[in-house]
């Protein structure tokens, strides 16, 4: 009876760092896309923001891009089970740097648009 008792605490513990991991994977998730939003709403590039916010300029770039190709969120092929580095494997594989030591605009290769 005794270790009946602890495992299903063992189970219940199990349970909890679960949800957890699955909660802040999806709050992430939903950071990196607002952050995205608010970018794109404000006009601003992401070398600028990166540098004021003390981030790389990829990450503010990978967070613009999310907020781009999935304007819902909800609308993630994995919906809530997913983490960012899933979001990154989802979003355009083709972009490059303009130029060998430009750090400010990045251009993809498949539209040649820049950003």
């Given at each position: 009876m005794e270790e009946e008792k602890y495992q299903e605490f063992i189970e219940e513990c199990k349970a909890i760092i679960t949800e957890a991991v699955f909660t802040s994977r999806w709050s992430l998730v939903e950071g990196?896309?607002?952050l995205g939003q608010r970018?794109?709403?404000q006009g601003e590039t992401p070398?600028?923001?990166a540098q004021s916010?003390?981030?790389s300029e990829r990450t503010i770039q990978y967070a613009v891009q999310f907020a781009e190709k999935f304007p819902n969120i909800d609308l993630l092929p994995e919906g809530k089970n997913i983490s960012w580095r899933k979001?990154?494997?989802l979003l355009p594989s083709g972009?490059?740097?303009v130029g060998e030591d430009c750090h400010?605009?990045?251009q993809c290769i498949k539209c040649n648009k820049i950003k």
């Open positions: 990196y896309h607002h970018v794109i709403e070398l600028r923001v916010l003390g981030k979001v990154i494997a972009e490059k740097k400010h605009e990045w």
